[in-house]
């Protein structure tokens, strides 16, 4: 045993002082053999860069680093001469974002029924307050070299690559490594190169963050606690993690993306915080190609491809998502519509599902109209230069490191394969290959008798081979040809009782064969295969599959989901004539009454009103017009919806709006233009709210936030609050108690926070920025509005005590089921409310919920709204509405306004919608039947006088998609029958999220 | 330790709250005097409508509608520019099994296990329920209470809803047998929905659990009786024999058709498929099989991004126009005051107003087997009917002012009218 260890040691430092450069640090055991390592590749085609190649050139190597690239055919004394007639070799390929060589990363328990949640950092010693955050970590100590991964790598042409370890949001700094083997101290070119980021929680195992939001709040935080740190904060205590933040952000910053919206997520920190992120992307970019280029990003482009779906059964296909179709075609494109855009980027191995498949990808890339310039650019100079290594990589010019691959054709062809890749000057063969040409037809004599030997195939140098009598008569035939020795076989005849006659023999200079070998009989023989000259008719085998013209391709969609279009909708000039309009003003409802709207404002109210050529007249005869609905608490199109933190101030719901859920579309059909999308109720106080417009089609979250909102914070009471179906939280506050005193805290501390701020007039360290504390003074000083979710009066009363002691106002009671017992209370407080119509006993709180306590807040002159809280009912907020005249005779006119003028009321937009008033925005619907009735259905809303929703559009959007999917259909079960594999399809669920929802990512 | 606690105080603010508020209203008396509605509307759930007409009532039946009536003994009740309807038929609901959904120790809804056919809904059936009135007074009278766990999850009976206790609301004791298919996808995460759902390796081993036990069931409803019963198969004897019929709760379209072709091998006689959200695919296998469905949740958002944003909206209507027979039904007990603008939202939805209408009464009545006496206004049927002032399945103009039971006249009290009052009254004082 002891003796089998010793040889291996002794084995692996052979090897190792074998194999490597300037490791003269290192003691070996035996006399040292540091070869240069000088070679002189004749004959190939040498790219030298993406755009310079030579011909026939001849490219010198030495002690790993390239000496010469050019058309002398002189090899160098005292240089090796390998002869690559044919073939190509280009700078070896580099990844910008590799794991490699990282240990694994397990995913924090952070979250158990079973047990208590973590609320602080499980780290005990002196780093960050939040495990996410890691800074600390360096990959280049991390490092250990893993074979398997390695050759996997070189096998797709990669000669090195930056890595780091994927955990947490700030994620340390990454080494610069080849696909070497050898010991670490030789695979690593460089320590520290970048310093890497990601929206992701990693191995943490503290309770928050656990939303995208989270991450971004996080991170935010952690940016301006470093600077605060690194300005005097450090006299407060010690913090590793802060100081190895801040000694890294000199470095490249690497962005690690979700999808395209994490993208423009982490572009929204990198514009607050100046910084400029390389962000590792994800093959969708070309969805929101307008977006990406108003901030021109330097990109890392995986070229990861949907796999097809199992659409064969046409029930089960119709759980095929439309956008996963879409995805599935146009993901190939990705790469073409960025360089055509003028986008910078770099392609990385990573993401992918096997590495074998990135060659294979690749090339779908470029037929798909990827240059083949940029698509080394891309693997070569653009990762090099990301990585500050353009000195030593991404090209084959002389000083550079000797990374570089052999390959037998063209790289982007189909019979370029990667036969060799050099990393550090050494060699690493892929693939065995020669200069052999063996194609051709032999004459096969043995002993006295004549056959054909021929070979096929489209390796010249190791073909198929076949023997044939009489030139036609095919013998069952065997042969292994391997380092100029032949092995060949073959029946004696065609009958059953054939013998074999087998044969030894080498090849000589000219080509041709000759050897030893046994006949049927045993006895030895002799024989000799000489080649026919006039031969080379290399039957061109030309099984290319159809290839693919432009044209056969979809076109993007906006937004990328079903119910996306071509073309986004555009504002127009609008004429709504001879309708009955619900103006929500002192004149009520307006008969035979038109309405004229011009950019995207409502111009005029009135009769017989004119409109010019450009103006689109719709007939509202019989139809009623109102303003937009408006959902005062929903939680659609986003991301996520709750956080964990007790005081949840510094999340803001912006940073996760997802324009591409067609929940927005749905909302649009049910006379919805604009929402609050509210924080969840996980916390006493909850995120910052995001009030967006449905301007379905825009894919930039940005341009549907409500311009000019106020801002708006989510609190929450009761059960949710105090984790009531958690049994094992131990989170404070558990009770309504604790609740209270969460409040006074809060606002306590900031208050003296703001007042901190305020004073600081540049004597001694400056108070640090605190997010979470900065958005409670903004409602300290009427800067920002609570919309608080609550049930029970008790909670409701203690609310607005809190708030009176601070001097502020609740703006909003969200839900507010029992706000009826307290209407009175409220209306003197200044509070409004906002709340589900008929609701009630799906828990112990809402056990006293009525369906009159709408109209009994309002009786009391509360501004009372009508919320959903629920996308399908947001649908049909104008039904829930209704419900108050049913239950508690409110007027007609009156129940309309809690779904349209009171919300804009509660959420401070009343200036701008929420009635049918001349200067107005023109968000309004015109319904086919009274906007109260069950019967009536928005024939069309607009928004910003954009038609977003019509009846007739409905229709045509729905028949372009069947023919669509139709298309679709045919091109997968193609590309099936073409070999594709396909996986079975399950119905993808949507974002139907509620406020309970704890959203962890 | 905290778990004990936390139910324990859930309780006693349950039992705090019941104490303080008033109590569900009594049980109306049986009825003792005729009835005469003059002057409504009258919509019989048949699918006529009788304008300005008079119905009569006495000893719980329909006694007269048409124009003309009259008889002393009647008491005659106004209810000109009003409308009559049957009361609304509430099927597979947990309406008076569920009082408050997150308290678990008040709702009798799921048992344990995968197979409980044995399991009778009706025992568990609270008629002091304080959600029942609220659902009564939206005109929903009669319903059909079901268990909901496991696989095979009991037996439903059909009451009605103003009963001192469950012997005393039967209307039908043991009317079917509830057979939850199993779902062919299951969900990634809870917490993480939009991650989509997977293809449950599972379903084929639950639908071969199902095939044994019916199996099984039906080997042993043609034995002899033996002396201690095998309870869960004894339970399913009815399937077999056409006195219970079997509801498969089940919405994708090829379950469907599988779950059907298996019950009927095993030779089970009725069957009724409720939820149904992808019937409309397979409807001529339905029609030719002669099935009928309760569509739960009308108003339910759509399964797949390209689906029509309206295809929950209009399955009614496309089921109906391919033949085949539907009732609705909610599938929240509390929120079950709403069935009737189910009704509404399908007109909206191509649906003509009577057929509608008897898709929560009629339809619903007659899947159920209790058409002979509830479901429509017949001479000779049950007095179990409503009065609303405008039209009732629009929540706009729906306000029923009275309803009826097997002839008797309904406290429309609740629990809501009721904490509405007191605070109405504090407020105007």
């Known amino acids: 045993m002891i003796k089998l260890n010793t040889i291996g040691v002794v084995l692996f430092l052979i090897y190792s002082c074998f194999n490597t450069y300037a490791q003269e640090t290192f003691t070996i055991n035996g006399v040292r053999d540091d070869r240069s390592n000088y070679y002189a590749i004749t004959n190939a085609t040498v790219h030298i860069s993406p755009s310079e190649k030579l011909e026939n050139a001849t490219l010198v190597i030495k002690e790993g680093k390239i000496i010469s690239v050019n058309k002398s055919t002189s090899v160098p004394k005292g240089a090796a001469e390998i002869n690559a007639e044919g073939k190509h070799i280009y700078a070896s390929f580099i990844d910008a974002n590799s794991h490699y060589g990282m240990p694994g990363v397990k995913k924090g328990s952070f979250w158990s029924w079973s047990k208590p949640e973590n609320i602080g950092p499980q780290n005990p010693k002196a780093y960050n307050a939040n495990d996410a955050i890691r800074a600390n970590n360096n990959a280049a100590e991390l490092f250990k070299s893993d074979s398997k991964q390695a050759e996997a790598m070189r096998k797709i042409g990669f000669g090195s690559a930056l890595t780091y370890l994927p955990d947490g949001v700030a994620r340390g700094t990454s080494a610069l490594v080849t696909f070497g083997k050898g010991r670490a101290n030789t695979i690593i070119l460089e320590n520290q190169v970048g310093a890497h980021y990601a929206f992701d929680k990693g191995s943490s195992a503290q309770m928050y963050p656990v939303s995208t939001m989270g991450y971004v709040a996080l991170l935010r935080q952690t940016y301006y606690d470093a600077q605060w740190y690194a300005e005097g904060g450090k006299e407060k205590f010690t913090d590793l993690t802060l100081e190895a933040f801040n000694a890294t952000q000199s470095y490249p910053q690497f962005f690690d993306t979700k999808d395209i919206f994490d993208l423009e997520r982490a572009a929204k920190v990198a514009k607050e915080f100046n910084k400029r992120y390389i962000y590792v992307g994800n093959g969708d970019e070309y969805q929101d190609l307008v977006t990406l280029k108003q901030f021109q990003p330097s990109l890392i482009v995986p070229i990861s491809y949907p796999q097809a779906l199992n659409v064969t059964d046409p029930i089960d296909a119709m759980n095929a998502p439309f956008s996963e179709m879409k995805h599935w075609e146009l993901a190939p494109s990705n790469l073409a519509m960025l360089e055509k855009e003028g986008f910078s980027f770099a392609i990385t191995a990573s993401k992918l599902p096997s590495k074998s498949v990135f060659l294979k990808n690749l090339r779908l890339a470029v037929e798909r109209g990827l240059s083949e310039e940029k698509a080394l650019e891309a693997l070569t100079v653009t990762p090099a230069f990301y990585m500050n290594a353009s000195s030593r990589l991404g090209t084959l010019e002389p000083g550079k490191i000797a990374n570089f691959i052999i390959t037998s054709d063209n790289i982007f062809s189909k019979d370029g394969k990667v036969l060799e890749n050099w990393v550090r000057g050494h060699q690493y063969i892929i693939e065995k290959w020669s200069n052999d040409d063996l194609l051709g037809n032999y004459a096969l004599k043995v002993n006295n008798d004549t056959f054909t030997l021929k070979t096929s195939g489209e390796n010249p140098s190791s073909p198929k081979w076949e023997v044939s009598v009489n030139d036609s008569t095919k013998l069952e035939s065997k042969a292994t040809f391997h380092q100029g020795m032949i092995t060949l076989s073959f029946a004696s005849d065609t009958t059953k009782n054939a013998r074999t006659i087998r044969l030894s023999g080498w090849k000589d200079k000219n080509g041709n064969f000759s050897g030893e070998g046994k006949d049927t009989k045993g006895e030895w023989i002799s024989w000799t295969a000489v080649k026919a000259v006039t031969t080379n008719d290399k039957v061109e085998t030309t099984k290319k599959e159809k290839a693919e013209s432009a044209n056969e391709l979809g076109e993007v969609i906006y937004p990328f989901s079903a119910y996306g279009s071509t073309r986004i909708a555009q504002q127009e000039d609008i004429l709504i004539t001879n309708t009955t309009v619900w103006t929500n003003e002192n004149d009520g409802i307006l008969e035979n009454t038109d309405v004229l709207i011009k950019e995207g404002k409502i111009i005029k109210i009135g009769q017989g009103l004119k409109a010019n050529k450009k103006t689109r007249v719709i007939d509202g005869k019989g139809k009623h017009l109102t303003a937009g609905i408006i959902d005062e ?34 909302q649009l059909a049910g006379g919805v233009t604009s929402a609050q999308l509210l924080h969840g109720s996980a916390n006493p106080i909850g995120g910052q709210s995001a009030i967006i417009k449905m301007k379905w089609g825009h894919t930039n979250p940005e341009e549907l936030l409500f311009p000019n909102a106020k801002p708006f914070i989510k609190f929450a009471l009761g059960e949710n609050v105090k984790r009531s179906s958690w049994p094992m939280s131990h989170r404070f506050p558990q009770t309504r108690m604790g609740v209270e005193a969460v409040y006074n805290d809060g606002f306590a501390r900031a208050k003296a926070y703001d007042k ?44 607005m005590k809190v708030a009176e002691s601070f001097d502020f106002r609740v703006n909003t009671f969200t839900h507010i089921l029992e706000g009826y017992k307290v209407a009175d209370k409220m209306k003197k407080h200044g509070a409004g409310a906002s709340t589900f119509s008929d609701w009630w006993a799906y828990k112990f709180e809402v056990y006293e919920a009525i369906p009159q306590n709408a109209a009994l807040m309002a009786d009391q002159g509360v501004t009372v709204a009508i919320n959903s809280d629920d996308s399908e009912m947001g649908r049909r907020l104008n039904q829930e509405a209704a419900k108050s005249v049913k239950y508690a005779n409110m007027s007609e006119e009156e129940a309309l ?105 | 330790m905290k778990k004990t606690y936390y139910i324990f105080s859930v309780i006693c603010g349950l039992l705090l709250t019941i104490t303080a508020s008033a109590q569900v209203p009594s049980p109306a008396k049986a009825q003792n005097k005729g009835i005469i509605l003059k002057g409504g509307e009258i919509h019989d759930g048949n699918g006529n409508v009788f304008p300005n007409a008079t119905i009569a009532f006495n000893e719980g039946k329909i006694t007269f509608i048409g124009n003309n009536f009259s008889d002393d003994s009647y008491e005659v009740i106004d209810i000109s520019g009003q409308k009559v309807y049957p009361g609304f038929v509430l099927p597979t609901s947990e309406l008076g099994l569920v009082e408050i959904e997150a308290v678990s120790a008040s709702n009798d809804n799921y048992e344990t296990g995968k197979i409980n056919p044995e399991v009778r809904s009706v025992i568990a059936f609270n008629t002091d329920s304080h959600v029942i009135p609220t659902v009564r007074s939206n005109g929903v009278l009669v319903e059909q209470v079901m268990p909901k766990g496991g696989i095979f999850s009991g037996r439903s009976s059909i009451v009605q809803l103003d009963a001192w206790n469950w012997e005393d609301a039967l209307i039908k004791e043991n009317d079917g047998q509830h057979l939850h298919w199993p779902s062919k996808y299951y969900s990634h995460s809870w917490t993480s929905p939009e991650k989509g759902l997977i293809i449950s390796k599972s379903y084929h081993q639950q639908v071969a659990l199902i095939e044994k036990t019916l199996m099984d069931a039906e080997a042993y409803s043609q034995g002899k009786p033996t002396a201690v019963p095998d309870f869960p198969l004894e339970a399913m004897r009815g399937l077999f024999s056409g006195e219970e019929q079997l509801f498969i709760h089940v919405d994708e379209a090829k379950s469907i058709v599988e779950a059907i072709q298996l019950v009927q091998k095993y030779n089970i006689k009725k069957v009724v498929i409720v939820g149904g959200a992808d019937a409309w695919l397979v409807t001529d296998f339905l029609k030719s099989n002669n099935i009928s469905i309760l569509m739960t949740d009308v108003h339910r958002l759509p399964v797949r991004e390209q689906d029509d944003v309206d295809l929950p909206y209009k399955r009614a209507k496309m089921l109906q126009d391919a033949g085949l027979t539907i009732g609705l039904t909610h599938s929240s007990p509390s929120n079950s005051r709403n069935l009737p603008f189910y009704a509404g939202t399908v007109v909206a939805y191509g649906v003509d107003k009577e057929d509608a209408l008897k898709m929560i009464t009629s339809n619903t009545a007659q899947i159920l087997g209790i058409d002979d006496q509830y479901g429509s206004l017949q001479v000779g049927k049950s007095a179990t009917l409503i009065v609303s002032q405008g039209d009732v399945l629009d929540m706009r103009t729906s306000k029923i002012i009275h309803a009826f039971i097997d002839g008797r006249q309904l406290d429309l009290n609740n629990k809501h009218s009721m904490l509405y009052k007191k605070f109405k009254e504090k407020y105007d004082e």
């Open chain 1, 756 to 799: 901190a701020q305020k004073e600081y007039a540049g004597q001694g360290p400056k108070p640090r920025k605190d997010l979470q504390l900065e958005a409670l003074a903004q409602i300290l000083n009427d800067e920002r509005f609570i919309s608080c979710h609550s049930y029970v009066q008790s909670e409701i009363n203690m609310l």
């Open chain 1, 633 to 666: 608490h929903s939680h659609i199109a986003l991301f996520s919806v709750n956080d964990v933190a007790v005081m949840s101030s510094m999340v803001r719901m912006e940073d996760v709006v997802n324009p591409n859920d067609v929940d927005i579309y749905r």
């Open chain 1, 897 to 1001: 306004k809690m779904v349209t003028l009171n919300p804009a009321k509660l959420l401070r937009i009343d200036d701008q919608v929420g009635s049918i008033k001349v200067g107005k925005s023109a968000d309004v619907v015109l319904w086919t039947d009274h906007p109260l009735s069950i019967y009536a259905k928005p024939d069309y809303t607009m928004v910003d006088g954009t038609v977003y929703f019509s009846l007739e559009k409905d229709e045509q959007l729905r028949k372009e998609m069947t023919v669509e999917r139709a298309r679709l259909v045919t091109k997968m079960q193609e590309a099936i029958k073409n070999g594709a594999k396909a996986k079975d399809v399950a119905p993808k669920i949507n974002h139907h999220m509620h406020c309970d929802h704890l959203h962890l990512d």
